[in-house]
């Protein structure tokens, strides 16, 4: 199972999509599953997608197309179809940095056994527990408990 979802919401971006395709293509580590949310195209985002789908790429590509409602009701949809355990957002004319998803999942394997993650009081608190046992607050945010998915 891949450890990394890579997120796109798009509206009528037909014309910068391949950049952010392209970027995703030279990735050195294809260990990752794209999904565009597309928040009500009327562009050819649709078929520019399915084309990408039927080449052979060496990465999944999901798609998920929702009437327009806003940027955050993307994000909201693409929070509630991300199954893997890491996420990562790129805009619809954004391009992924060289190697990063290799950069992404190597630190992530070098950490992820020494990350707690708690919940107190609504507060979401992520540590390291680091060799001389002490702890390093990395992120505090309020969060609602209904809407944190458990890692």
């Keep these: 199972m891949k ?7 798009t ?5 910068t999509l391949p950049r952010t395709y392209d970027s995703l293509r030279n990735q050195n580590c294809k260990e990752f599953i794209w ?11 649709a078929e520019l997608v ?10 999944e590509i999901r798609y998920i197309y929702k009437p327009n409602g806003g940027m955050h009701t993307a ?5 509630e179809n991300i199954d893997t355990e890491l996420n990562v957002c790129i805009d619809s004319d954004d391009c992924v940095a060289e190697n ?8 992530w394997n070098k950490v992820k056994n020494t990350l707690f993650h708690f919940y107190t009081f609504g507060v979401c608190r992520y540590v ?7 702890f390093l607050l990395l992120e505090e945010m309020q969060t ?4 944190f998915r458990k890692m």
């Design 100 to 107: 990063a998803v290799s950069a992404i999942l190597e630190k």
């Design 144 to 147: 609602p408990h209904n809407n």
């Design 75 to 79: 994000h909201n949809t693409a929070y």
């Design 50 to 59: 399915r084309k990408w789908q039927a080449e052979n790429t060496a990465f």
């Design 35 to 45: 999904l565009i949310v597309d928040d009500g195209s009327t562009d050819q985002t």
């Design 3 to 9: 450890q990394l979802t890579i997120f796109t919401p």
């Design 11 to 15: 509206y009528n971006r037909a014309h």
């Design 128 to 134: 390291f527990l680091l060799k001389w046992k002490t």
